[in-house]
Structures are given as structure tokens and as C-alpha cells.
């Protein structure tokens, strides 16, 4: 059967790429001739009778210029065998060129779909949804006729085998037996890696077209479901920066401005890695993805990625770790599919590779997301031509449409291994969601427990997510008792109570692997894995983690949950969230003058409503101490809208817009005085908010995703208007129209601007910067700020020691009064002292032996990690969290602050410091006490530093509400704007 499979799949698909060669001998890539350069591009055919036809029709038709020439690619076809239904659109009747000699945009795929669609029964097509950009996202199923016309009965059969409770092991194996196997074949999700997407139109065109036995018999046994182009408004955007850059010249090197600039195409409209958005789903492509995949329910789950230009292509099995919630059998179908894929490329003598990299750790991933729903997921990695072609180290030169055909070589050997394997791959399918639902199982009989509305607005973005994901969610109706608890700030208990309306998650469920691996506080890598990570860390200094080592979502929300072991006898299950209340809450006596209204601070609505009512004309303000009012407490950061400071008609109207917008409560209030002995509303403990003016960095400089993270907290969450500015010439700006300018991750060259922003800054600026952008506004010599990092003051980190150790003193005060009047001190208690422990003398270290043991240490900084900080309840900046904050920290720089600057937010020692992931023991050292999140007053104005980037991936909503509070409330509470009268 498996020598069968190699040699169908050479007659199948033919090698097209060796110039002049019949078809289909498959011929090594090695012995193509390697013409000399420069190779001219082909002069512009005359326009087809077809083409002056469609742009009569109004439908413009692309023929780009600068792709292949066809010295280099013949265009042959990748199928030239068997009899193709002529009814069916090729992709060169869209494309006016060979699929695979350009890279297809994103209206010519959809077109091509919605042809097939309207022409063949073999084909249905779905619009899933709409990139930030406008554009549609398909999925394209394809399969028999007759599969076709009974798809959902087929779904509804793979769907009960997805959730196997109650289903007998009899009516399992008559699905199993009869029914089809899913794939889900996705394409080019960051979008400057572009062939996945032109395979899947050859391969698409194939399987819709070909009348031959192999193919039919195929789509009897599957259905597959195509997500064309993932990321369509990153291809765009690289299309048309590497069209736009493309000389008449075929330049062959793989580097340069040819090969696209900032900000690539790797991301979506806001440059988010949806690759690493699986679990959060922050954007809207990926939201689109969930519910199709839970429609679909696939058991093959490929992701067509590329590359560095000079590597060849990397499939599946993955390299360790591995993430103990994958299903058990997952590595060795990946061995069995990986087999049958290398026997594919090693009948055309193509290069390949397996284990290298990859690993299986992160459950953000397109295929791990897609493994932790049940199916065995595959990614791919072809070396990167950017659509044309590329003279790689050996002087060979590969075209874009060898990267096309590698694509779709491997994409036919994952479908013809699903459709050979079918029935053990569903049997094992079910198998798996068995054991996700089996509470005997280790980790399966616990709960994760969401203690409810304290912070309403992440709770229910949790509820929210999970629930899309296909998640059973559960909520007490009275009170809960559960056993083995662990708090997810580590507190351990035997047993404990959670109130009624806690949430309940429990891990044993059809998608308890989710649960699990989006939820677990702290999962562990194996020895060996530490082994290989510390040998390659002291022996070469690099990490080989490929991402990072903590991920989950109630520490991201900084939540107050638990894991614990709970009945849900008498919780209702939850199948979707009603809205959270907003608006105004009228006042007991709704008789009386309304004095103002209040916005409770801790959840994160507050923000959002500061934003919308300071963006709205309204005067806010925002107290720097909880205080009691209409019968409620409000916390520390919470708003007030005075009626008498606003002296407008529609007031009331206008607060209620803002606080529906926001999605929070403003309650009215009737009078200034407090009903106990909290602040008057009056008072000094008020401070009015400005509305923002903000400029945001980006350019070349900026990380790209760090810059479109902090776009899309101000533009997308806040719904405040943003000015994106280059950050490599900052001096050419007029900072004075701005109150707040953001620094996001990035290198950004500071120098020529430092005075610049020193004046700004003094004048009333609010400056932000985050990470490495921190790093660069506390560098000495720019005197910005005073906060320093930690590898440049070496010799003092006994002042920054103690410095932290009295900020922690003054958390925790005692007042003996005894020692406070000099009372004498009782002679027993003075013989229970300890005496103090001599320390041995030992010569200080010199600035030389300081260094390199920094400089070695340094190496052990976490790949991504959460750790422990503690919270300054008295800075304004931190309104929204509690006493500590779980952060999430990657890289080996430490911010250090003493007086006068005091970190708002701070690690704590090296004992406590590792919430979850991998912190060696030198990194707690080095990272113990550090400052995360530093305010200085510079002047007027302040300065904003963030060790690590709050808003990770946009999901850690915790440290996201520090940097929104920076945004929106700095200029008000922290610094003296210009415009302050
Ligand atoms: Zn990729």
C-alpha cells in the first residue's frame, strides 16, 4: 500500500519546475542548469480576447509584470495526466499566468471560488467571516458529489463521534466505518509567506476538476475544507510591497527592499501573529476560524507556512517539548504522515526535513490548537522566494513555483495519508474525546473555578472566548464546596467555598484538552528537555525555546481563580452570556438633584469609559482612594462626572452614550458628602482627567506586532483617536500637539531626539516606552529618566536593593509604641534575639568579575514566563489591580529604580518570583525585586517605563489595564499638561 502511495503520487502530480523537461519524470532540482543572470523580464503579452472581454465586463484582470520570467519556470502543468472537466475554471483563466509563476491575490482566490462553487457540485463555500480590512474569508469544501448533497448529515456523524457521551461503542464504530474523514487545509496565515496559498488553488483545482479514479475515490472518503488564504490583508499588504518594489530585472538575491519592508505581511491589519492567536482569538480571522473548525470538526489540521530563503522544507513529526494535553497518539500519526510525505519528496529527490524545530509546547498555534481539538495537526515550512525566484547558497536558483509545487506535494500526501488511514485516524478521533470527557483520567477530575464579578468585564471576555471554542462553561446557583484547590497566585488549600455564581470549567469534557492546556497555572517541561535547553544555553548561549513557556489565561486576566475539585450537581451549564448592565443607574431618590455620577475603577470598563466621555466634551474625574457614595463603595481609580462642571442640556444623555459604550455602570449620585468616613466628593482626592491627545511610534524601528498591539489597545479597545508617527525621525515632530507619546517595543535610535523630548517631557508630556524602548529612554547618557538597567550599575545594586526593601517596608508598617517612645525593652526579650550572623569576609568583586557574570547570566533570561510582582496601592497608575499582579516577562533586562522613583509595580524577591514557565535559577536572581512598571515625575511631565510588554499579544488584559491607564489617565494624574489651565 505505502510503495503504491509513492508511486501514484508521482504520476499524480507531475515536476514541473526543470525547465524543458517532459512531464511527469521527476527530475532533482540539482540538475537544473543554472542560467546566468541577470534574466530579463518577459515582454507583456498582447491582452486575450477573454481579457478584453472581462474588463469590458468591469472585472479588471491582474497580469503583473514582474513575476517568473519563463526562462525559469516553463509553467508546466502539475497534473498534466488524466481528464480535467472542462466546465471547471483553471487557475490561469483567473490569473492570466500558470498557477505558481506569481503569487494570487486575494480577489483573484475568492473569484476562482465562487467560480467553482457556481460550476461544480463537488464544491461548497462558505463566507466565514471579514478580515479588519473588509475582505471575506472562505472556506471551500470539497468533496464527492455525493458527499456534497449529504454534508451536513456527515458533519452531524463526525460531530457526535466529537462529543462521544452517550454514544455507543457500536454506533461509533458505524460512523467510523461509513463516514468520511474531515481535513482542514489552511493556507499562508502570516502573510508574506505566500506559496501555501497558490497550492491550494493548484490543488483545489485538481481535486474539483479531475474526473480520474484516484481523485474520485478521495473525495468518496473525505471532505476537505480549504481555508484559502488566512491572512489576507497581510498578503496584501506584502504583495503590494514587494510588486511595488519589483525592478524589470530579476534580482535573484534573497535580501533587500525587493523582499518587502516594514511592516511585512506576517501580520493581519493591526500585524497580529495569528499564528499565536489560536487560544486568545483577539482577531477577528481567528474568531471566523473557531466556529468553522467546530463546524467542520476536521481530523487532519494542516498550516502551510514558509521559511528562511536557504533552508529546504520542514514537515511533521515536531520537536519536544511536546504538551502533555496533546492527544496520545498524535506523535506517531505525525511519524506516519511525515513518512508517507517524505516517500512523496524523495520521489522527486526534494530536500526536507523533520524534529528540528517546531516544537509542540505553546496551545496558540494553528496545529496545536488544532491537535488539542482532537485532530492531527501538521504544519509546514518551505524556504521563503517572496513570488519570484531566489539564487540560493549553492548558485542553484529556485523559483516560486517549485515552492508552490513543494506546497502542494506535501498538502496531496497529508490528504492521500487521511484518505488511506481513514477509518484508524477516526477511531482514534473518537478515542481521544473519550478520554478529554473521562473524570478518572489524571488532571481530568478537577475544575478551574472563576470567582465572579470581580472584575466582570475580563470574566466575561473569558466565558466568552471559551464558549466560542466550544467550551461547556458552568455557573453555581448557590454556594460550592471544592477539595485540592490551588489559587492561581499558588495558595494551596484542602478544601474551601466558592460564593454562588462562581464559574465552573471542568477539564473533563469533549474539549478538556483546551481547558487544560489554556488554563493550567503551571505546566512543567520534561528533565530531558531541561537538559537539552541548560546545555544549549551554557555551551552556545542560545535558547532553543521557540516560544514562549507560559500562557495562561487567568493569570493573562488576572483573575481570582482556582483550580479545585467540584461537583457541578446543581450548576447550570451556560450557553451564552447575557449583556453586561451599562448605562445609568438612577439614584434611590430619583427625586432629588443629581449631583454627578460614579464609574467603579476595578474593571476595566472605567478606561474605556474615561476614553469615550473625555472624547465626548465631558469633564471626569478620578480619585486616588476608594470612597463611598449612593450606597456603593467604589474603588481606588473609580470616576466621577459632576453635574455643575458639565453645564450642558443633554448631560445625562451624554454619560449614558459613554457608559454604554464602554459597557459600564454610571451611577447617580445626589449628594458630595460621603456617608461614612471615605473622601468627600468634593475634595482633593478628585483629579480632572484631560482628554488625550496620543502618538504612537512605528516605522522601521518598531517591533511589529509590540507597535500594532499598542494600535489596536488605543484604537480598537479604547475607541481613541491615535496618531501613528515615525519613530526613526522624532525630532522632525511637533510633540507639543501631543500629551502622550507611546515608545513600543522596538530599537528606536533616541539620540537626535533626547533634547527634543526632554523639553516635551518637562513641559507636561506623558512619555510611555515598553521593553526595549525602555531600555533606551533610561540609558544614562540620554537623561531621561533616572530608572537604569540593571547590567549598567553593576556596583550599586546594593542602593536599588535597599530601595525596594523599603518600598516593601512601607507596604506592611507596625506601630510598636514602645519603640516609638523608647520604652525600655524587657531583658527576656532582649536574650530571644538573634544574634546577628557574622559574615565571613570576602573582598568585594571587581567591576571586571561583575560584568561577566552578568554578561553570562544573562543568557538565562526567560524565553516567556509569568512571575510574581507586587503592586503599589498608592500610585494612581495601578487603579484595577489587586496587591499582586501575575506579569509576563521575556528577556534578560532588569529595570532598577530608587528614590525619587518608585516602581508602581514591582517583582518580587526570587523566592516567590515564578508564577508559571521556565525561570532558571540566575534569571530569579537577576530578575528578583526588579521594577516591571516605573512612574517618574520629570518636571511637568513623566515618564512611563514597562520592563516587558504589558498588553502581551493582547490577551494579558492585566498588565494591558496598566498601560491603558497610563494612556488615558496620565496626562491627568500624573503629569501637568500644557493645556491645563
Ligand atoms: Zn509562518
Not at 502530480?13 to 526543470?18: E, L, R
Amino acid at each position: 500500500m505505502k510503495s503504491f502511495l509513492a508511486a501514484s503520487l508521482l504520476l499524480f502530480v507531475s515536476c514541473a519546475t526543470p525547465r524543458a523537461q517532459p512531464a511527469p519524470a521527476a527530475v532533482p532540482s540539482a540538475a537544473k542548469p543554472a542560467p546566468a543572470a541577470p534574466v530579463a523580464a518577459p515582454e507583456l503579452p498582447a491582452p486575450s480576447a477573454a481579457e478584453l472581454a472581462r474588463a469590458a465586463d468591469g472585472t479588471t484582470a491582474r497580469v503583473n509584470p514582474f513575476g517568473v520570467p519563463a526562462e525559469l519556470d516553463d509553467g508546466a502543468d502539475f497534473f498534466p495526466a488524466g481528464v480535467k472537466d472542462a466546465a471547471i475554471a483553471t487557475p490561469q483563466s483567473v490569473l492570466q499566468v500558470p498557477v505558481g509563476r506569481r503569487p494570487a491575490h486575494h480577489d483573484e482566490v475568492v473569484r476562482l471560488w465562487r467560480e467553482w462553487a457556481r460550476s461544480s457540485p463537488r464544491v461548497k463555500l462558505e463566507v466565514i467571516g471579514r478580515t479588519h480590512e473588509g475582505r471575506e474569508l472562505l472556506a471551500g469544501v470539497v468533496s464527492s458529489q455525493a458527499n456534497i448533497a449529504r454534508l451536513d448529515a456527515i458533519l452531524a456523524d463526525v460531530r457526535r463521534l466529537a462529543d462521544p457521551r452517550g454514544l455507543s461503542d457500536a454506533d461509533a464504530q458505524a460512523i467510523v466505518d461509513n463516514t468520511p474523514a474531515v481535513a482542514w487545509m489552511a493556507y499562508s496565515i502570516h502573510g508574506d509567506e505566500m506559496s501555501g496559498v497558490d497550492a491550494g488553488l493548484a490543488l483545489a483545482y485538481q481535486l474539483i476538476a479531475d474526473r480520474g479514479a484516484e481523485t474520485t475515490a478521495m473525495l468518496d472518503s473525505l471532505v476537505i475544507v480549504f481555508d484559502p488564504m488566512q491572512n489576507p490583508d497581510g498578503r496584501e499588504r506584502y504583495l503590494a510591497q514587494i510588486e511595488s518594489s519589483a525592478s524589470a530585472v530579476l534580482d535573484l538575491s534573497a535580501e533587500g527592499f525587493t523582499r518587502g519592508r516594514w511592516p511585512y505581511g506576517r501580520g493581519n491589519h493591526y500585524l497580529f501573529d495569528m499564528n499565536r492567536d489560536w487560544m486568545a482569538g483577539i482577531a477577528p480571522e481567528t474568531r471566523a476560524r473557531w466556529a468553522a473548525v467546530r463546524k467542520y470538526v476536521p481530523q487532519l489540521f494542516v498550516d502551510a507556512h514558509e521559511m528562511g530563503s536557504m533552508d529546504s522544507f520542514l514537515f511533521y513529526p515536531q520537536a519536544p517539548p511536546y504538551h502533555p494535553d496533546l492527544p496520545a497518539k498524535l506523535l506517531a500519526w505525525q511519524k506516519v504522515f511525515g513518512d508517507e510525505a517524505g516517500r512523496a519528496f524523495d520521489a522527486f529527490g526534494w530536500s526536507y526535513y523533520t524534529r528540528e524545530w517546531a516544537d509542540a509546547l505553546g496551545p496558540f498555534y494553528s496545529d496545536a490548537w488544532g491537535s488539542l481539538n482532537g485532530a492531527i495537526g501538521i504544519l509546514y515550512e518551505q524556504a521563503r522566494y517572496a513570488g519570484t525566484a531566489v539564487r540560493r547558497e549553492t548558485g542553484e536558483i529556485a523559483t516560486y513555483r517549485e515552492a508552490v509545487q513543494h506546497q502542494l506535494v506535501s498538502s496531496l500526501s497529508n490528504l492521500r495519508s487521511l484518505q488511506q488511514h481513514r477509518k484508524e485516524v477516526l477511531a482514534d478521533y473518537v478515542a481521544t474525546r473519550r478520554a478529554n470527557c473521562d473524570a478518572s483520567l489524571p488532571g481530568r477530575e478537577r475544575a478551574f473555578l472563576v470567582r465572579a464579578g470581580v472584575q466582570p468585564t475580563r470574566e466575561r471576555w473569558l466565558i466568552e472566548n471559551l464558549l466560542a471554542q466550544g467550551v461547556e462553561v458552568y455557573r453555581s446557583s448557590a454556594e460550592v464546596g471544592a477539595r485540592d484547590c490551588q489559587h492561581a497566585l499558588g495558595a494551596k488549600s484542602e478544601s474551601q467555598n466558592f460564593p454562588a455564581g462562581t464559574w465552573i470549567i471542568p477539564a473533563a469534557q469533549p474539549q478538556g484538552a483546551l481547558v487544560r492546556a489554556f488554563l493550567n497555572f503551571d505546566p512543567r517541561l520534561d528533565k530531558s528537555v531541561l537538559l537539552a535547553e541548560r546545555t544549549e544555553l551554557e555551551t552556545k548561549g542560545n535558547s532553543k525555546m521557540y516560544d514562549v513557556t507560559a500562557w495562561n489565561l487567568g493569570h493573562a486576566l488576572g483573575l481570582d481563580c482556582s483550580w479545585g475539585v467540584v461537583s457541578i450537581e446543581g450548576a447550570a451549564q451556560v450557553k451564552a452570556l447575557e449583556a453586561l448592565a451599562a448605562g445609568i443607574v438612577p439614584a434611590a431618590d430619583a427625586q432629588q438633584h443629581v449631583y454627578g455620577w460614579a464609574i467603579e475603577g476595578l474593571d476595566d470598563s472605567c478606561v474605556k469609559f474615561a476614553a469615550r466621555a473625555l472624547a465626548a466634551g465631558l469633564a471626569v474625574q478620578a480619585s486616588d482612594e476608594a470612597f463611598s457614595a449612593g450606597g456603593r463603595r467604589f474603588s481606588r481609580g473609580s470616576l466621577l462626572v459632576r453635574a455643575h462642571e458639565n453645564p450642558t442640556e443633554d448631560l445625562a444623555a451624554r454619560v449614558e452614550r459613554a457608559a454604554r459604550d464602554a459597557g459600564a455602570q454610571a451611577f447617580a449620585l445626589t449628594t458630595a458628602r460621603s456617608p461614612d468616613d471615605s473622601a468627600d466628593l468634593g475634595g482633593q482626592h478628585f483629579r480632572a482627567l484631560l482628554a488625550p491627545r496620543i502618538a504612537l511610534a512605528g516605522g522601521p524601528g518598531a517591533s511589529a506586532d509590540g507597535f500594532g498591539h499598542v494600535w489596536h489597545l488605543i484604537d480598537r479597545e479604547l475607541g481613541l483617536p491615535v496618531t501613528l508617527i515615525d519613530g526613526a525621525s522624532l525630532a522632525r515632530h511637533d510633540l507639543r500637539r501631543y500629551d502622550v507619546l507611546v515608545l513600543p517595543p522596538g530599537n528606536f535610535d533616541l539620540a537626535d531626539a533626547a533634547d527634543d523630548l526632554k523639553a516635551w517631557v518637562r513641559s507636561g508630556g506623558t512619555l510611555i516606552a515598553i521593553e526595549d524602548s525602555a531600555l533606551a529612554v533610561c540609558r544614562e547618557s540620554l537623561g531621561l529618566s533616572q530608572v537604569r538597567e540593571r547590567s549598567d550599575v553593576l556596583e550599586k545594586l546594593d542602593a536599588y536593593a535597599e530601595a525596594a526593601r523599603r518600598e516593601e517596608d512601607a507596604r506592611k508598617i507596625e506601630i510598636d509604641e514602645a519603640r516609638v517612645y523608647g520604652d525600655p525593652v524587657p531583658p527576656v526579650a532582649a536574650a530571644e534575639a538573634p544574634a546577628a550572623e557574622k559574615k565571613p569576609e570576602t573582598p568585594d568583586p571587581s567591576k571586571e568579575e561583575l560584568e561577566r557574570a552578568d554578561a553570562f547570566n544573562r543568557r538565562f533570561g526567560p524565553s516567556g514566563a509569568v512571575l510574581r510582582a507586587r503592586v503599589d496601592p498608592n500610585a494612581w497608575i495601578t487603579a484595577g489591580a489587586g496587591d499582586e499582579l501575575p506579569v509576563f516577562y521575556s528577556g534578560s533586562q532588569v529595570l532598577l529604580s530608587k528614590p525619587p522613583v518608585r516602581a508602581a509595580v514591582r517583582l518580587a524577591g526570587a523566592d516567590s518570583l515564578r508564577l508559571s514557565g521556565l525561570v532558571w535559577p540566575e534569571a530569579r536572581e537577576r530578575l528578583s525585586r526588579g521594577a516591571w512598571l516605573t512612574v517618574e515625575r520629570v518636571s511637568r511631565g513623566q515618564v512611563i517605563l514597562f520592563a516587558t510588554t504589558p498588553n502581551f499579544r493582547s490577551f494579558w488584559a492585566s498588565g494591558a489595564r496598566m498601560l491603558a491607564n497610563a494612556i488615558v489617565l496620565g496626562p491627568g494624574l500624573g503629569a501637568d499638561a500644557l493645556r491645563r489651565p
